[in-house]
């Protein structure tokens, strides 16, 4: 039973660069949710997926973001022109779904450094 | 307001000794309760979850929910060194939406 995966575990760019996260969620959980955390703060809520279907984007993603999650398996998260204020631990969870009982698991995150 | 407060730390505790971290919400309509580690440079890990008012034990950990004062806890009993790290709260409705505190930073001091 193999847990969330995220690649890469470090990405270093420079400023205005494109980059791309992936994440493979726990192979039997419908859900997969994207976080961001930064030193000292924690996990904050980006979008997430049931299956295939973004349902929710949060107003923190803004419009050089972009999600996505074909055949509700594996998803991306992809930062275009990419910012200082971008710098930060990429997270993904993933959980299946059941009602209130729902618990998320998380990948080993992706440390995003923009310089 | 924020959604989750948690106090950051950090505190440091005795090895041996029983280690208490709080975390109030703001939702009344919160249905779940979660306490989750991250070590430093570390992904969160989720350590305890809590559904219902009173007590939660598993192991040395014991969780405590009052959803009248809006109010989780997290003991940690004989704390070892192993257990330094950052501690974060989370709350969730029945709307798919978690939110995380900024969690407590705590040192075991052997």
């Known amino acids: 039973d193999t847990g969330v995966s995220q690649d890469p575990r470090h990405k270093i760019t420079k ?89 998320l698991f998380f990948g080993s995150g992706t440390q995003l450094s923009v310089l | 307001q924020k959604e989750v407060e948690q106090n950051s730390g950090p505190l440091s505790v005795p090895e041996g000794a029983i280690a208490s971290l709080n975390c109030t919400y703001s939702d009344r309509g919160s249905q779940s309760f979660f306490w989750y580690r991250q070590y430093s440079g570390k992904s969160p890990e989720l350590i305890m979850f809590i559904y219902s008012n009173g007590d939660k034990e598993d192991g040395r950990f014991t969780a405590q929910l009052n959803k009248a004062s809006q109010y989780v806890s997290l003991l940690i009993r004989d704390s070892q060194p192993s257990d330094s790290a950052t501690y974060l709260c989370a709350v969730s409705n029945t709307g798919n939406q978690f939110y995380f505190g900024t969690g407590t930073s705590l040192t075991v001091i052997p």
């Open chain 1, 15 to 103: 400023r205005g660069q494109n980059v791309t996260f992936r994440c493979d969620p726990i192979s039997e959980h419908n859900r997969l949710y994207w976080y961001r955390q930064t030193l000292g703060q924690g996990p904050e809520f980006l979008t997430y997926f049931q299956n295939e279907a973004q349902l929710e984007k949060s107003r923190l993603l803004s419009d050089r973001f972009s999600a996505e999650r074909p055949k509700g398996s594996f998803s991306t998260l992809e930062i275009q022109r990419t910012e200082q204020g971008d710098s930060a631990m990429y997270l993904c969870a993933s959980s299946f779904s059941t009602g209130w009982n729902e618990k």
